[in-house]
């Protein structure tokens, strides 16, 4: 297929797309840059882009190709809170758009890339893809409303898919370090604490980011019947957690490291375990090769090949956050968060 990815230049962007083209697609990225210099060792691969704001993408943009997936997001809670108004432009409205320029340039396909967050909070039960939303964060809730928007677009021409995503982790050339596994295994390495900063009882599903482009390359395969205006939640039924448990096996794959709770730490409304069997079993070709144990493995040998210490670790590079606060400061992203040229 020719599959146009926005936020290729992200976090997962930058891992999915040498999948894409090992799978033998043909990939055109849509990426304002905002992470340029964030990068974990080598930066991300190369291939031809459009340099566009996703709030900006016009009808054209969007002609000639077969499928987009689109990943493009404030990528997480703290930034979805700096300014709840941008978040919903960006991550809700700016997405809905996308659909519908896509359906008008005649793409077929349309992969949203949701998130389980929309769940909120909701305790120990297992959520599947029926249950109800109650999420914490205007993240949340703009994943929400975008799903229930773009729903209306489906037809016999336009397919739209939505893959609610555990909460993802592993190694990218666009490295996050705000994400709770690398998080925690960045801390254990350069601190010698496996620093919680909640009480630890929150229940998250996990996935390593590979499985996750697993689950996409699935869904750009599957017969359109399959995924046709369907959601999935994206991850595997053995790997939902306590944030205590993840930061037990940190603890046991950092020699010398020891679990600690951040001063004054609480429970977090955030916590949800979630149900993957509709993936397991109704997404032709989806056959996710990690497990947490494994992913924590990888995330250690990939910190000490590259020497990561504690200045590196904790600076803005890896946290989204800190990098668009040091861009607003030094005048090179504006308020509404577009690059000033």
């Known amino acids: 297929m020719r599959v ?28 304002t840059d905002l992470y340029a210099g964030c990068d974990f060792g080598e930066p991300p691969v190369s291939v031809p882009s459009l340099a566009v704001d996703v709030r900006d993408v016009e009808v054209e943009h969007c002609r000639g ?35 519908e ?47 229930q928007d773009v729903t209306k677009l489906a037809d016999a021409s336009f397919t739209p898919t939505y893959l609610r995503n ?6 990218s050339p666009r490295l996050r370090g705000d ?8 801390y254990a390495l350069t601190t010698g604490e496996v620093l919680i900063k909640s009480d630890g009882s929150p229940w998250r599903p996990l996935v390593h980011v ?15 019947e399959a995924v046709h205006d369907q959601a999935f ?12 448990q993840v930061a037990d096996l940190v603890e046991q794959a950092v020699e010398g490291s020891r679990v600690t709770y951040a001063p004054g730490a609480s429970p977090d409304t955030r916590n949800y375990r979630v149900d993957f069997t509709k993936i397991e079993t109704k997404l032709p070709g989806y056959r996710p090769q990690w497990t947490l144990r494994r992913g924590i493995d990888q995330i250690v040998a990939a910190y000490r090949e590259h020497g990561m210490d504690e200045k590196e670790f904790l600076g803005p590079r890896y946290y989204r956050i800190q990098t668009v606060k040091g861009r607003l400061a030094a005048g090179t992203l504006g308020d509404d968060l577009r690059p000033v040229r």
């Open 101 to 147: 320029c896509a359906k008008a340039a005649g793409v077929g396909r349309y992969l949203f890339s949701s998130s389980c967050s929309l769940y909120g909070a909701s305790g120990d039960e297992a959520l599947t893809e029926e249950a109800a939303f109650n999420p914490q964060t205007p993240y949340g809730e703009s994943k929400i409303r975008t799903e």
């Open 166 to 171: 555990a909460t993802v982790y592993g190694i």
């Open 210 to 224: 590979e499985d996750l482009c697993i689950a996409f390359e699935a869904v750009l395969a599957a017969p359109r």
């Open 4 to 31: 146009l990815v926005t936020g290729h230049r992200g976090y997962i962007g930058a891992v999915m797309v040498p999948r894409l083209l090992r799978a033998g697609h043909d990939v055109v990225g849509l990426d």
């Open 179 to 186: 994400l709770v596994v690398n998080n925690l295994v960045g």
């Open 233 to 244: 939640n994206v991850g595997r039924q053995s790997e939902n957690f306590q944030i205590r």
């Open 65 to 99: 190709f077969d499928a987009v997936i689109h990943l493009a997001a404030l990528s997480n809670d703290p930034l979805g809170d700096l300014d709840p108004q941008i978040t919903y432009d960006i991550n809700h409205r700016a997405s809905v758009r996308l659909a």
